[in-house]
């Protein structure tokens, strides 16, 4: 973790020279292209510290209703739409509140963003709390479905600068449900379209 840090600690005073360096670039149109892909570089390496920090010094751990949690997260995203399997009204979980809320919306913003819409789904197994996240967008290639949950790591064909986003929203989702005893998972839909399916174990 302190070498993850440390990483984007080197990164943040190389980016800091370059800006300077394109400062006195008198082109004005590459100028403004370098400084594009300093500002992109600047907000990776923000969200990269945040990260580390966020792992070196986890919140405390609560009772919440995941069924509410999971109506908010919907609720920020117009494109989003819930389902609930069986129509639970409440289902009591002890979790990381905050960090759970924000691997869920990292996986409902990827679907709006790349794939149009998310349809999320909550169902429950013998053994597992399960939520899928689905959408409309091209998927991604069979051999970068692992590659896509490393941090940074970008399928190009999937997101674009177009798009936008720092490459670390799976890799957070990922550690988020992993550190709880679950993991998340993609797969792409036999009717076109990306599913990012959610495995927490049941409590009690």
């Given at each position: ?12 005073g190389?980016t ?6 394109t ?23 923000r ?14 751990r ?24 069986d ?51 091209p ?57 990012a399916?959610?495995?927490?174990p049941?409590?009690?």
């Amino acid at each position: 973790m302190h070498e993850f840090g440390s990483e984007g600690a080197k990164k943040t005073g190389r980016t800091t020279i370059r800006r300077l360096r394109t400062e006195f670039v008198d082109d004005a149109e590459p100028q403004q292209r370098m400084l594009a892909d300093l500002g992109e570089m600047e907000t990776m390496i923000r969200a990269t510290l945040a990260f580390a920090k966020e792992e070196a010094d986890p919140e405390p751990r609560q009772s919440v209703d995941l069924v509410s949690l999971l109506q908010s997260v919907c609720q920020d995203w117009p494109e989003a739409t819930l389902t609930l399997e069986d129509e639970p009204r409440r289902l009591a979980y002890l979790c990381q509140p905050v960090a759970v809320r924000r691997g869920l919306t990292n996986l409902v913003a990827n679907a709006v963003k790349y794939g149009d819409r998310a349809r999320v789904t909550l169902a429950q197994t013998a053994a597992d709390i399960v939520i899928a996240v689905d959408d409309d967008g091209p998927g991604i290639p069979e051999d970068e479905m692992e590659n896509v949950f490393r941090p940074l790591y970008r399928v190009e064909q999937w997101r674009s600068r177009d798009t936008g986003g720092t490459g670390l929203g799976l890799s957070v989702a990922r550690a988020v449900f992993r550190a709880h005893g679950g993991d998340v998972t993609l797969a792409n839909r036999p009717e076109g379209g990306l599913r990012a399916t959610v495995t927490l174990p049941r409590q009690g």
